[in-house]
């Protein structure tokens, strides 16, 4: 066997075994085809979707979602999953309404969400890396924990009166009808390309969501790799809670209330295996682009929105559950 061969063999897969979408290449072209057929879907069913101003508002659909899909697809790869997200947002925006009403700036709003994030997030990391708990258990937990601080520092109330400075961030535009949430979107999709895919970081997480017993006798540092992505995660969330605060101009406790399964569904859609070991971020941003295309489109025909819930929770079903049956088919075939 010759050297070539031998690192071929050794290489870690970043993708998933697709059988189904063999005769497209890749799980990432039938992304982009679905993306185009709901595009021309929706310009066909609403004469109001082919405007310059209604592809910009858009973005705002998936944006917020999309940056915390970012970070968990790291997560989900490396064998962990954070179901505390959109509990992350509505503690978050909690804490900076509080810190407004004593009179911060924008910059101090800024600092306070994307601290309580991180906080929030190596919150869950240690739990999880220190104490070995499961991290769908710790994360549910804490999802009740940090919506409830929210709900008792709030309870039916609402902080309103941000600066304006402060709503650039979530209702400005670069420019014409290029938002700032949308530039930003696309740049961390990058870094987050950059790191998983082009960095021995990256690779290291691949090899962790693969074996984790393994990597550990390897010499990597596991529980280290996994706190490193629960504080991404939550500081991603602590991102996305200023951009959600600063477009909606309030902080409410049941703010981003059901974001976690949209930013699951955007993850195992865009082919992240839900149990780890492989996916790619380019397939995660045509996922996120996917929903916020159904439910902008959704949005455009009235539909109400426990319609699009029941779209959202069908769709992860179908997601997690297709490949495994068609597994079990060819298996049974082969047999």
């Not at 409830?148 to 902080?159: K, T």
């Not at 209702?171 to 949308?182: F, K, M, N, P, T």
């Not at 079903?317 to 047999?335: C, H, S, Y």
Request: charged letters at 10%; proline letters at 3%; aromatic letters at 10%.
């Amino acid at each position: 066997m010759t050297t070539t061969d031998v690192a071929t063999n050794r290489r870690v897969p970043d993708r998933l075994d697709k059988p189904l979408t063999s005769a497209l290449l890749s799980w990432e072209m039938l992304l982009v085809l679905v993306a185009v057929a709901i595009f021309v879907t929706n310009s066909l069913a609403s004469p109001y979707f082919l405007n310059a101003w209604s592809l910009s508002d858009l973005t705002f659909n998936f944006v917020e979602k999309g940056l915390i899909a970012l970070a968990m697809a790291l997560l989900i790869i490396s064998g962990e999953i954070d179901l505390s997200v959109a509990a992350i947002i509505a503690l978050a925006s909690t804490m900076m309404g509080m810190a407004l009403q004593a009179g911060a700036d924008t910059p101090v709003l800024v600092l306070i969400g994307l601290g309580v994030g991180l906080a929030c997030g190596a919150f869950n990391g240690a739990l999880v890396t220190r104490l070995g708990l499961p991290s769908i258990v710790v994360t549910i937990g804490t999802m009740s924990l940090f919506r409830g601080i929210a709900y008792i520092i709030l309870g039916d109330q609402a902080y309103r009166g941000y600066p304006s400075s402060f709503a650039f961030f979530g209702q400005g535009y670069v420019w014409w009808v290029i938002s700032l949430e949308i530039v930003l979107f696309a740049v961390m999709a990058v870094i987050f390309w950059f790191l998983l895919h082009r960095t021995s970081f990256g690779r290291t997480v691949f090899v962790i969501g693969n074996n984790p017993v393994a990597a550990a006798f390897s010499g990597v540092r596991v529980e280290r790799v996994k706190f490193i992505l629960f504080c991404l995660t939550g500081l991603m969330a602590g991102v996305a809670s200023i951009l959600l605060t600063s477009r909606l101009g309030s902080t409410r406790p049941s703010i981003a209330f059901g974001y976690e399964l949209e930013v699951v569904t955007m993850v195992v859609l865009g082919g992240v295996a839900i149990l780890g070991g492989s996916g790619s971020i380019i397939g995660v941003v045509l996922a996120a682009l996917i929903m916020g295309l159904v439910t902008f489109g959704l949005g455009l025909l009235n539909v109400p929105g426990i319609v699009m819930s029941i779209f959202t929770g069908s769709l992860l079903i179908v997601v997690i559950a297709l490949p495994i049956l068609w597994r079990r088919f060819r298996e049974a075939r082969g047999g």
